[in-house]
């Protein structure tokens, strides 16, 4: 049994991440794109979404590519450059590890640390991100059981790192029109089992950059504690994930009316009565 990640007899874990925090009854949006590119890209990007309300900055520096041949990321100099840039915005950034030789530049450059979902299962890269003490972002693997999801966190726990937030990135489906299977009720029942916080992916869940506003609110509405969102200056030209990204208009409006949900959900209009 997964005794640290269970929900039992435990209060909400609220975990903090430099100015940000999820789990705290607030819903968290990081936002950022897929993999930085160059140093005016994710200055640009950074404090875009930092004035249009966004908690946290994400970016990409080792790309895990479906193909050898697609773009890699910069690896060390992207860290350095989302670093630069997250200070220039006043928000914490985080970055993926693809593997232990880069922790030691993530733990010194970023606030978190994200292990995506090809990884979800490398127990020792678990382990040693755990041991890095930095606040995990942890993404369900597509094709993993949330008792899986919970047994991966269980690893971080247990080297004593308790700042793990779980990620909902869509499972794989059957249809190709969304590059996977946004698991919405999952992520509820995540919620129910664990203490830990869980927030969306609807990004790569869906690979529609139409679908990402409605399932941010979705999620919202739902009650998750949070979204991260891809967002590039410039869709078109990004060299991953072009398809699924916002650009800095769709970007504010989605802020704006997650806004106005948050509010009417925070007043608790009562249903009229019934005719
Ligand atoms: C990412 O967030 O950049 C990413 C590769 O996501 P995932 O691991 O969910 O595919
Ligand atoms: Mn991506």
């Avoid at 995990?136 to 690893?155: G, I, Q, S």
């Avoid at 996977?180 to 664990?194: I, P, S, V, W, Y």
Wanted: proline content about 5%; hydrophobic content about 45%; charged content about 20%.
């Amino acid at each position: 049994m997964y005794k640290l990640a269970s929900k039992e007899g435990a209060g909400a874990t609220v975990v903090r991440v430099g100015s940000a925090s999820f789990g705290d009854g607030s819903f968290t949006m990081i936002a950022g794109p897929c993999a930085i590119e160059s140093r005016a890209q994710i200055e640009l990007t950074a404090k875009f979404v930092a004035s249009a309300g966004a908690a946290m900055v994400r970016g990409g520096a080792y790309k895990p590519r479906t193909s050898p041949y697609a773009f890699q990321g910069l690896g060390e100099e992207g860290v350095k450059l989302i670093a630069a840039a997250c200070q220039g915005a006043g928000l914490p950034a985080v970055v993926e590890a693809l593997a232990e030789t880069q922790l030691l530049v993530l733990d010194w450059y970023v606030d978190m640390i994200q292990i995506g979902a090809r990884n979800m299962q490398n127990f020792t890269l678990l382990q040693a991100v755990a041991r890095t003490g930095k606040p995990v972002l942890l993404k369900r693997a597509p094709f993993a059981t949330l008792d899986e999801v919970l047994y991966a966190a269980e690893y971080i726990l247990l080297e004593g790192n308790p700042n793990v937030v779980l990620c909902e990135r869509g499972v794989r489906g059957f249809d190709p029109q969304t590059r996977n299977l946004f698991d919405l009720g999952g992520a509820l029942r995540l919620k129910e089992l664990t203490h830990l916080p869980v927030i969306a992916d609807p990004s790569h869940a869906t690979g529609r950059a139409s679908l990402i506003e409605p399932l941010v609110l979705a999620a919202a509405a739902a009650g998750l504690d949070g979204a991260i969102v891809e967002v590039h200056p410039e869709p078109p030209t990004a060299l991953s994930d072009a398809a699924q990204a916002l650009d800095f208009d769709a970007f504010a409006q989605l802020m704006r009316k997650l806004e106005a949900l948050r509010g009417s959900l925070e007043s608790k209009p009562r249903l009229a009565a019934c005719k």
